[in-house]
């Protein structure tokens, strides 16, 4: 620990991932983010740990619910980010010879790239809506179905949103991007279920070899960066009020219990909520896209939800702490909940084996699905990682992408991928990324989440 | 030597996000380098016009805040109208609180001229420091995309 450290920070890492870790700035903020003022026991980084600003990317803190700050950059920008996977009953020898129609299908209907709007123009009632009921106004007002809100965390609806804590501004980059993907590391894949680890978890999940699923990766879009920009500012001015000072101003805090705190929580619930909505309309919008590509009925798709977790988000939960219950506040930036069985905020669907953890990997090497395990909850607040890590800089990728057809050298392996932005391929190839299969071994290993299966990409469409 | 003919931006490493360094010969000139650097980042900017003008203003507590608080407004614009941007002018004042006014040059974006680069989430704080160096004011600034 160093002088203003006011917990350790403990790293889940491989030896291997660890001397990866090491080579940029991850620990460095990891040391930063245990310098918030109520942060209790330590400041946890997963395998999947990179470079950010203020937190690190893969990091986990728990407040204190009465005496803790919450930190917008604790959260990011992107409020909500996260990923959702449907099932459904086609198996890959239903779309290899559709494929490409399927992804220039998807490619057509799901609005993505940067800053792109979608269909959806919403009043402010619908804003409303979104605020008071979360991924249930998308369902209601035909984008999805009702069983879909089953097995959303939370039931994709976070309380205590409040218009009043929103800006215009907020509302007005909003008004156009429900339903949109975004961009970066933003994707829509479309992947077999390669491998299954665990037999009897998969079948509760309802998966099962060469079944084609969809996996969805977005979030609150302009509204929730434009909430996450407002309040690091009024934070700013909160702490030159109190006095308070920390390592990067990146961390920028107020106390829960305060009007920014108060402020901040109205505003980030309406993102929360307004990135549920996102992600159910791009779920339909998926949806939709099979059946005029392939010809078929919804009720042969069986687009089943199998789960949708938050990796950038501030949840309160009760943790046992030297022995005692203890209501915190757990901020995961980059970082998945992973309940075990028998928890009550596990869907009563998956309660007897735990909740599904969604990782995602590169366009190349795949995905992966884990069940949260016991360990999470001794050891991490219930938290996993969530996804593989950049290993290289966007400028590297660059380089190393110069003069090669990524778009062909993926298509040889089997993987139709349609993008706005050539760059954005060189980008998020794979070698950029660590292999998320080392990720996942290492939270398996310690007993946080357990692997379950393996998915495999064949189309990608990204922004 | 004029400030138009320095580099007034560069792009840096960064693991996940997108770093640049931006520079001037006093803070005017790198609120300039900096807008400059944005721009590049969101569009190319070898192919826009400076057809349009579009004028902001931004206040701050410290050069730094300045610093995010104009870039923030100028993402504002180019994400609620549309616009790219090639150039700026920017004059700063003291009168107490920092202040910026800044005349965006740029054009409407259109798919089929302008290839957009990266979706800029938003403009941090983090390890955000202007320095002097020689005579030349400095920042590293990273930007979440």
Not at chain 1, 16 to 44: C, F, M, S, T
Not at chain 1, 359 to 385: H, K, Q
Not at chain 2, 32 to 61: D, F, H, K, P, Q
Not at chain 2, 97 to 107: D, M, V
Request: aromatic letters at 8%.
């Amino acid at each position: 620990m160093t002088g203003g450290m006011l917990v350790p920070g403990r790293v889940y890492a491989s030896e291997d991932l660890l001397r990866r870790i090491r080579e940029d700035k991850a620990l460095d903020q990891l040391v930063n983010v245990a310098h918030l003022p109520g942060i209790k026991r330590y400041a946890v980084a997963m395998p999947d740990i990179h470079w950010g600003y203020g937190f690190p990317i893969g990091g986990v803190a728990a407040m204190d619910a009465k005496e803790g700050v919450i930190s917008p950059g604790g959260v990011g920008y992107d409020i909500n980010c996260g990923v959702r996977l449907m099932s459904t009953g086609l198996s890959e020898g239903d779309v290899r010879t559709p494929l490409k129609k399927l992804v220039k299908t998807l490619f057509k209907n799901v609005p993505c790239g940067p800053g792109e709007g979608g269909k959806i123009k919403l009043s402010d009632k619908d804003y409303r809506g979104i605020f008071g009921k979360g991924a249930a106004w998308a369902v209601e007002n035909g984008w999805g179905e009702e069983a879909d809100l089953e097995t959303i965390e939370d039931r994709g609806y976070f309380p205590g949103a409040d218009p009043e804590a929103v800006s215009k501004r907020a509302f007005e980059r909003g008004k156009d991007q429900a339903g949109t993907l975004g961009s970066g590391n933003h994707f829509l894949e479309v992947d077999v279920v390669d491998e299954i680890y665990d037999d009897s978890v998969a079948e509760a999940f309802g998966l099962k070899p060469g079944q084609v699923c969809v996996l969805i990766h977005s979030g609150s879009r302009g509204f929730g960066h434009q909430i996450c920009t407002d309040y690091i500012d009024t934070m700013l001015g909160y702490m030159r009020r109190e006095g308070l000072v920390l390592p990067d101003k990146q961390l920028a805090c107020a106390r829960i219990d305060s009007p920014e705190g108060r402020g901040y929580l109205a505003a980030f619930a309406a993102a929360v909520n307004y990135a549920w909505v996102n992600r159910q309309v791009l779920m339909h919008l998926a949806r939709k896209s099979f059946c005029e590509a392939l010809g078929i009925t919804p009720r042969e798709l069986r687009g089943k939800l199998v789960y949708d977790v938050s990796h950038n988000i501030a949840k309160f939960e009760e943790h046992r702490l030297n022995g005692e219950s203890k209501k915190v506040c757990v901020h995961r930036k980059g970082a998945t909940r992973a309940f075990p069985k028998g928890h009550r905020l596990v869907p009563e669907a998956y309660r007897g084996v735990g909740q599904p953890v969604l990782i995602p990997g590169d366009m190349g090497r795949g995905s992966y699905v884990l069940v949260g395990l016991p360990g999470a909850l001794d050891e991490t607040f219930g938290t996993c990682c969530h996804g593989a890590g950049r290993m290289l800089s966007r400028t590297k990728a660059l380089k190393e992408g110069k003069g090669r057809d990524l778009f062909s050298e993926l298509e040889n392996k089997g993987i139709i991928v349609m993008a706005r932005g050539k760059k954005t391929v060189a980008e998020e190839m794979p070698d950029a990324y660590k292999d998320a299969g080392e990720v996942c071994r290492v939270v398996h290993d310690a007993g946080i989440a357990g692997m379950v299966a393996r998915l495999r990409p064949i189309g990608v469409i990204k922004g | 030597m004029l400030d138009c003919l320095v580099v007034s931006y560069e792009i840096l490493e960064h693991t996940a996000d997108v770093r640049i360094r931006a520079s001037g010969n006093d803070l005017a000139g790198l609120l300039r380098g900096a807008v400059r650097g944005m721009a590049c980042l969101i569009a190319v900017t070898n192919y826009v016009e400076g057809w349009e003008s579009v004028a902001v203003e931004a206040s701050g507590e410290t050069p730094e805040e300045l610093l995010v608080h104009l870039l923030g407004e100028v993402l504002y614009v180019h994400y609620t109208r549309r616009i790219i941007f090639s150039d700026a002018g920017v004059e700063v004042t003291d009168d107490g609180a920092l202040r910026a006014k800044c005349t965006l040059h740029g054009e409407a974006y259109d798919p089929a001229r302008h290839e957009l680069g990266y979706d800029i989430k938003a403009v941090t704080y983090h390890d955000l420091k202007i320095e002097r160096a020689g005579d030349r004011l400095s920042a590293e600034i990273v930007f979440d995309v």
